[in-house]
């Protein structure tokens, strides 16, 4: 990663420095000026220099601890490094053009000098010309400070921008470990509430007919084996989740007898579509509950699955009427929190009354 980055800057140094000198280039055709050999040398000279001189302020921001996001009570000193490596900047170049004598006939000079390097230092100083090079400096910092504080402002721009990437990551996996604890929380929450039911039916077989009570420990048995394994997965195939419900069923009709009838409305090619784990058997154990628990008679419990627009829709039907509090069970109202966990707010789940004596949980899930 840090590599990765490394390159980036480099890119982005060298190719903002290369766009200066495009950009000066662009102008003097604009203007027409003739661009001399000189005029090149000089605008090399000042690519090379602009990238080692910023590079040197992206170190000392770096080991001053200045680098973007910066406290605001920082900032002047960010402001003072930008004015001190501008002026560095302009005095060593305005320094190489004397002493190379890059001189443009006409321009730097009232006379044409020769325009060849000079490398003897006694030449150097018999030439050198101190007020040459401070003009050239002061006309330096007038064009070249508003450069440097344009590559601070990208500078300070792109970090701001990475620093705002991180923290949105960071928001991201934040929630998304929120998510997996509240699923984990619910889920902890569903087996004690299904094993609570389950071991009041079997206790109920107890003294009245022992034979009955022992093949329900069985069918428990395999209950709490099946939702052990789902409980380590988010999803769970419709196929594993009506093993479930059927080892429930087997279980709850030693409790009801002939009482309770079950019918099974399955598509055979959504056995294999992804559903949340216990979701079913906890419409399921509703449905007993409200249709068989709390009302005196018979109770058909209908469980359809189906494929309608590209989503997979499950019905759990049960004959009763519909109480007004019974939305608000501890079952139903988890189920609801798992889907909007799960499914961000595409899944549709719906308890309502479809005929004067039947009850629908219907639930609606995208296929992804």
């Known amino acids: 990663m840090m590599k990765k980055q490394h390159s980036i800057y480099w890119v982005c140094q060298i190719g903002g420095w290369v766009s200066y000198a495009l950009t000066i280039f662009l102008f003097a055709y604009v203007l027409e000026r003739q661009i001399?050999?000189?005029?090149?040398?000089?605008?090399i000279i000042s690519v090379m220099l602009g990238i080692t001189i910023t590079h040197l302020l992206r170190t000392t921001l770096v080991l001053s601890n200045l680098r973007p996001p910066t406290p605001s009570r920082k900032w002047w000193k960010i402001f003072l490094l930008v004015i001190f490596f501008s002026f560095t900047f302009s005095l060593i170049n305005s320094s190489l053009v004397e002493m190379f004598r890059l001189f443009e006939p006409g321009r730097d000079m009232a006379k044409t000098e020769s325009n060849q390097f000079v490398f003897s230092l006694d030449a150097i100083i018999a030439n050198w010309n101190g007020a040459?090079?401070?003009r050239r400096l002061f006309f330096g910092l007038i064009l070249d400070t508003p450069i440097f504080f344009v590559w601070i402002s990208?500078?300070?721009?792109?970090?701001?921008?990475?620093?705002?990437?991180?923290?949105?990551?960071?928001?991201?996996?934040?929630?998304?470990l929120i998510k997996e604890l509240e699923l984990k929380t619910i889920k902890s929450q569903i087996n004690p509430h299904f094993i609570f039911n389950a071991l009041n039916s079997i206790r109920a077989l107890v003294d009245e007919d022992p034979k009955r009570a022992r093949q329900a420990i069985t069918e428990l048995s395999n209950i709490l084996r099946s939702s052990i394994q789902v409980d380590k997965v988010e999803v769970t195939s419709l196929e594993k989740e009506l093993a479930i419900v059927k080892d429930y069923l087997a279980l709850e009709y030693i409790r009801f007898a002939d009482r309770l009838k079950i019918v099974y409305e399955i598509e055979p090619s959504t056995l294999q579509n992804q559903m949340p784990p216990m979701m079913l058997q906890t419409l399921v154990e509703n449905a007993i509950k409200h249709g068989l628990g709390k009302q005196p008679g018979d109770c058909t419990i209908k469980i359809i699955s189906k494929f309608e627009q590209n989503k997979h829709v499950l019905k759990v039907m049960n004959t009763g009427l519909l109480q007004p509090a019974e939305n608000d069970g501890f079952g139903l109202q988890s189920t609801k929190e798992r889907l909007n966990i799960l499914y961000q707010g595409e899944a549709v789940f719906e308890l309502y009354q479809c005929e004067p004596n039947q009850v629908t949980a219907k639930l609606v899930i995208p296929i992804h």
């Open 36 to 43: 001399s050999f000189v005029f090149l040398e000089r605008i």
């Open 132 to 134: 040459r090079v401070i």
């Open 154 to 176: 990208i500078y300070i721009l792109w970090h701001y921008i990475e620093f705002a990437n991180k923290e949105e990551i960071k928001k991201i996996k934040l929630e998304t």
